[in-house]
Structures are given as C-alpha cells and as structure tokens.
C-alpha cells in the first residue's frame, strides 16, 4: 500500500512511524511532514488545507488510503472530498467534524442525548453574554465555538477575567470567526483524561486512556498550549472506567451523530473530567489528540494499517486491537517564547545522541539543504520513552531530554511526577 499522511506536527511524526512498521505498506507520504517525517517518508510541499492539490497529488503517487491528522482540513471538508474521488480516507466527514469544530454543536448535541456534560449556555451576544455572568459565581470556563488550534478555552478565576476573556473572543476577535459565539460553562474539579477510541459509525473500540499538560510551565502555572507533555495510562482511570466512558460516552456519541444523519468514522476523543468517580465531557475532538497520540501508538500492538482500514470499510468489529499493558511517558520541548511569540530557524543538537529504546517525534522542525535539522515552531520535539511501569518510563524520558539543545528550548519538568504520589495536584 502506499499511504498519505496530512500534517506536519508530532502526532502526524507518530502516525507515519506507526505505519511504515505495517507489513502491508510500501510506502509513505506525508503533506507537508517535518525533519522526523522526511527520515522514513516522502514529505510533500502541501498545506493540509490546500485539499484540491493533496488530491490531485493522491491520484498522481497511486495513494491507497489517507490519514487526516489536524482539525483544519477535516473541518474543511477534505474527507468528503476525497470520497468524490473515490480514494479511501480515514477521517470524519465535515459534518461529522462539527463535533469538534463546533462547541455549540457538541453541545447540543450532549444536551438533546443525555451525554454527561457540564452545565451551561450559549451566547452570540456580546452584552448577553456579560449580563449572564453576573448571576455567576467564578471561577468559570470560557469557551469560543469555533477552532481555535487548542486554545479557546478561557478558565477565568473572576468575573474581570471572564468578562475580558468574552471581551477578547467576541468583540476583539482574537480567534476570529471561531468567537461568533461563546459557551459559558460551571467549572468541574476532579481529573483530567483523554480517551480517544477508534470509531467505523457502528463499532467503538477505546484505545488507552491518557493524561496530557496544558500549561506552559510546571504545576500547571502560566498560559495554556496545545499540550506541553502526556502520559498514559493514568493509575486512577481503571479498566472499568473506560468501558464505562465508552458505554456511557462515546458509543452514545456516535449513535446520536447516527439518529442525526451523520455517520462518524475515524477516531473520536473524549476530554473527560472525572467528578466524584462519574466522567464529564469538557470536549470532543475529532482526530488524533497532540500530544497524547506520541504516548499512546506506543503502546499499540496491533497492526495500525489493519484498524485504519477496518474504519473506512466499516468492518471494525472483525479486528481484534491489543495493547500493551506497559506505560509511557512524552515530554514537550519548546521554543523560547512559545505559546506566545517565538523565533525558528535554530539548529536542534543532540537528537543522535539520545537511547536507542528512546523516541524522538518530530512536530516543529524542518531539514535544511546542509542537511542539518533547524527548530520551525513553537512545539519543536515530544521526546518519549516507554516502560514497565511509569517510574520506569519518566527515568528514561528525562535522563534523555537534556541531551537535547536548542537554543531557547524548554520543557516541563513534572510530567507524570503525579502518577509516583509526589504530587498532591489533581488538575
């Protein structure tokens, strides 16, 4: 098989490196790929959005299947398109999307089915909005309805900070479109997960829970991110809570999509908060999670390519998926400045240095003509190590990291230090 890989970050890296261990491909391609990509695929120069060229240079390489790894192009429509080309493609469709791409739709969508959420309400007025607010007692969550690459979600600790934070979404636009309107939901306490399951439309097959950070810097301190670092699986999330979330959650999701009109195919992510042993939908995604994707393919003893297919011929219940029941532990390296404004264009060292059982996905780097690997975004490298158990894990990671150099580069130092009893924080 040859295979497309859409995206260029470090779930996309870890996707590509999944799949060329598959017997059944013979080669891969990834639009637009990274430095890690361009070691063991054939980047292609294609913005995943640019959805008429990635088809048109489908059909050119012979492309047997392809795999959406960002929220863009799915948003956009690129796995309906692909459908009129008659290419197979795992992803959901645009319409399936919206449970990503719209937080009101989701939203909705929980409300009419019975699928555990926080409460809330939905505004597209501005002055609305605020006059809500104050029947509130913070802190509350903010959230734009649109995409906002993984950061618009406000947790506001006073009524100044969630009025600015609506100020900000709806009247200074700072995500665009994606702040026509705002959810205002209750704030939930308890423990964070993420479980994302393989889903066909019909059958819902979890993969291992996982935990990712947030925060930029250690003890959860400073702005949000796309995610600094992720572990899995967590201690406190047994075996029963995940066929729990997924009898209670996500199978419920993909029914409803179903009584809706929308058949989901693809991977369905549930962000959870577990409140008093009963888990909370604080949101849905539609793809692969960035970074808990690094810690959770590791983990995975079946053959990707088998499940991948399985999905986009509908016949996912005749796979059997195994796991391993090892742990495994993924620490973000940054570049300076990031999540704010940052430079690239720094040489990375160190990389050949690290332990061979060590694995280095790629997210912002790119290959020079020298052919030396140069920094080229704000999250550079998830660095990741699997082991016996999480103690095991962690050592291995961050014996690892400091052999790394970038300039300006940095990276939490607390990732999975909960899961030891080191740490009495929950969030």
């Avoid at 990274?34 to 054939?42: M, V």
């Avoid at 479109?177 to 393989?198: H, N």
Wanted: glycine share 12%; hydrophobic share 40%; net charge negative.
């Amino acid at each position: 098989m040859k295979i497309l890989v859409v995206g260029g970050g470090g779930r996309e890296h870890t996707l590509v490196w999944k799949i060329v261990q598959s017997p059944r491909v013979e080669k891969v391609f990834t639009a637009p790929g990274n430095a890690g990509t361009a070691a063991i695929a054939e980047n292609l120069n294609l913005h995943p959005t640019d959805i008429e060229g990635l088809g048109k240079a489908a059909e050119e390489k012979g492309v047997d299947l392809v795999v959406v790894g960002p929220e863009a192009p799915l948003a956009s429509g690129i796995v309906d398109y692909f459908d009129s080309l008659g290419i197979p493609i795992f992803g959901p469709t645009k319409a399936a999307t919206q449970v990503e791409s719209s937080k009101v739709f989701a939203r909705n969508l929980m409300e009419k089915y019975g699928i555990p959420c926080p409460k809330g309400a939905i505004f597209s007025s501005y002055s609305e909005a605020c006059e809500y607010l104050q029947e509130q007692r913070p802190p509350v969550v903010i959230k734009a309805d649109g995409l906002a690459a993984g950061k618009g979600v406000i947790i506001a600790g006073s009524l100044a900070e969630a009025q600015k934070a609506i100020g900000d979404i709806m009247e200074a636009r700072i995500f665009g479109s994606a702040g026509d309107r705002v959810i205002i939901d209750e704030y939930l306490s308890g423990r964070e997960v993420s479980l994302i399951a393989f889903t066909d439309g019909k059958t819902v097959s979890p993969m291992v829970p996982a935990c990712d950070y947030k925060k930029i810097g250690d003890n959860d301190k400073g702005p949000n991110t796309g995610g600094m670092g992720s572990y899995s699986p967590p201690g406190f999330f047994s075996a029963g809570m995940t066929e729990k979330v997924t009898n209670d959650i996500l199978a419920p999701a993909v029914r409803a999509m179903a009584k809706e009109g929308i058949t989901y195919k693809g991977v369905l992510y549930a962000g959870l908060m577990i409140v008093d042993g009963e888990p909370m939908v604080l949101e849905f995604n539609s793809r692969f999670g960035d970074p808990e994707t690094q810690v959770v393919l590791p983990l995975l003893k079946t053959d990707l390519v088998d499940i991948l297919m399985a999905v986009v011929q509908g016949n996912l219940d005749r796979v059997k998926i195994d796991w391993s029941s090892e742990a495994c532990v993924g620490v973000v390296m940054a570049s300076a400045g990031y999540p704010g404004n940052y430079k690239t264009g720094f040489h990375i060292q160190g990389i050949d240095n690290i332990d061979k059982d060590v694995l280095v996905f790629h997210a912002g780097t790119k290959l020079g003509d020298d052919g030396i690997i140069y920094t080229d975004g704000g999250r550079v490298l998830t660095v990741v190590g699997v082991g016996k158990d999480m103690a095991e894990a962690r050592e291995k990671v961050y014996r690892n990291v400091p052999k790394i150099y970038f300039k300006g580069c940095h990276y939490r130092k607390d990732i999975a230090l909960r899961e030891l009893g080191r740490l009495n924080s929950e969030t």
